[in-house]
């Protein structure tokens, strides 16, 4: 899917957005691998300002409008149980837990300076990316459709 065409700025350039679609796209291919679909499953983001209206307001748009040329295929649809939620990571140890597991894959995958952590990335690896095939050519697909001032 190509959502740039129809984002206005400041959201065209935001990190946030590909995320965003990318997100549902795994959830799926993990559910079908690891023998769990369709489980239903609840978005919760950590609380980004105007990324996160622009997210929910797509939901919406792709969850109940099948005209649009981006609507989300009924399997899609089978595994999303309500709209996403904007938390904070303040108050949310799920959050907390996912900034975590963020923070090692993009250490691990970007900066090898410091291979005190590798165990960490080790024991996701093992345990969560099992059904996704999440690899480095993963990562690096990830980083070439970011704005510049995110990629590392």
């Not at 079908?32 to 679909?37: A, P, R």
């Not at 799920?94 to 090692?104: F, G, I, Y």
């Not at 993009?106 to 005190?116: A, E, S, V």
Request: net charge negative.
């Amino acid at each position: 899917m190509d959502f740039s065409k129809d984002l206005a700025a400041p959201l065209d350039g935001n990190a946030y957005t590909p995320l965003f679609f990318r997100l549902i796209d795994n959830v799926l291919l993990y559910e079908k691998n690891m023998g769990i679909y369709p489980e239903k499953i609840q978005l919760d983001f950590d609380d980004q300002g105007g990324a996160g209206k622009f997210a929910i307001e797509w939901y919406g748009r792709l969850m109940h409008d099948n005209r649009t040329p981006y609507a989300l295929s009924e399997e899609h649809k089978s595994i999303l149980e309500g709209t996403p939620r904007m938390l904070t990571d303040l108050e949310y140890v799920p959050l907390q837990a996912a900034d975590m597991l963020a923070w090692s894959i993009r250490r691990n995958l970007t900066y090898r300076d410091d291979p005190g952590w590798d165990w960490l990335f080790t024991a996701l690896q093992e345990t969560l990316w099992a059904g996704c095939g999440f690899s480095k050519a993963s990562w690096d697909a990830i980083k070439s459709g970011l704005p510049t001032s995110v990629k590392k």
